[in-house]
């Protein structure tokens, strides 16, 4: 056990500058470089020592030179005011060289502008994308500088179908008619699992799931579920982040006494032909063969 006067005492380092701490003078403080901010502090308007004086120069000299700065600005000041009076011209006013400049925004937008850089940077280090692999169509320019809408005729919507060589492939699949550009898809250029989309408004198969069948825009007698899958899709590529409308195709008007089309599903059909309405749903990962798949993007 370590006896009382064997413990060591604590002593000052004298070869260390020091000076006496103006808010506990029984204590003296280093002048190291880490202590003259609160130093310069604490000295600021108290009664010091020449001695002390030392450890304040910095902040010291820095507020007089601000004061004298200010003091030659409030001189110009009046000098101006005066001119006025006397009806003199004078060029506009100078700001204050002391007054404390505000962020203001165009600095948030600095900053902003920044911090989006920097995470940016983070992300294209971390995981190789500069958006953090999120991908959406408001990332997109088209989003928010849209190009021109066009309106197309059946006829002109049918040479987008990938067939011609450097012509984009666009597709129809909405109520109204919305004409989409799918040819970032590689499931709709020819030979696709979806090629058949291409080039035509095929909204009732969107419904149905029939797409050999029901590639029209006819969409008569499509029952509720059905026409909550074509809004679905319609939804789909409204959102895509690579897809983008482009324009609206036109219809002749369809014959009220036009058949309409039947369902490629004989449980669906009636004894006259025409599709039925139902109340069963269509999964969209229902499989069917001989072309009844049921549309899944990919």
Excluded at 141 to 148: E, S
Aim: proline residues 6%; contains cysteine.
């Amino acid at each position: 056990m370590v006896e009382a006067h064997d413990r060591p005492t604590h002593k000052e380092d004298t070869t260390k500058s020091t000076t006496r701490n103006a808010t506990l003078p029984i204590r003296t403080v280093s002048t190291k470089p880490a202590n003259r901010p609160f130093l310069a502090y604490v000295h600021v308007g108290s009664s010091c020592t020449e001695a002390d004086q030392v450890t304040v120069p910095r902040y010291k000299e820095h507020r007089d030179r601000q004061e004298a700065l200010h003091a030659a600005w409030l001189k110009k000041k009046e000098d101006r005011e005066e001119r006025i009076a006397r009806g003199e011209k004078v060029g506009p006013l100078e700001p204050d060289p002391t007054a404390q400049k505000e962020v203001g925004l165009l600095g948030l937008l600095k900053l902003i502008l920044y911090m989006t850089i920097i995470v940016a940077i983070a992300g294209k280090f971390i995981t190789g994308s500069f958006t953090w692999e999120y991908h959406s169509k408001w990332l997109l320019l088209k989003t928010y500088w849209p190009t021109g809408q066009r309106l197309f005729s059946e006829r002109l919507l049918s040479e987008f179908d990938g067939t011609v060589p450097g012509k984009p492939i666009y597709l129809a699949a909405s109520i109204d008619g919305d004409v989409y550009d799918v040819t970032k898809g590689l499931a709709y250029q020819p030979g696709g699992s979806y090629s058949f989309f291409a080039g035509i408004d095929a909204a009732r198969a969107f419904g149905t799931g029939c797409f050999k069948e029901h590639r029209t825009h006819d969409i008569r007698g499509l029952d509720d579920n059905e026409m909550k899958s074509l809004v679905h899709w319609k939804h789909f590529y409204a959102e895509h982040a690579t897809y983008f409308k482009i324009g609206r195709v036109l219809h002749k008007p369809i014959d009220p006494a036009t058949p309409i089309p039947e369902h490629c599903d004989p449980k669906k059909r009636t004894k006259n032909g025409p599709a039925s309405r139902t109340d069963s749903p269509i999964s969209s990962s229902e499989m069917k063969g001989d072309g009844k798949t049921q549309h899944r993007e990919l």
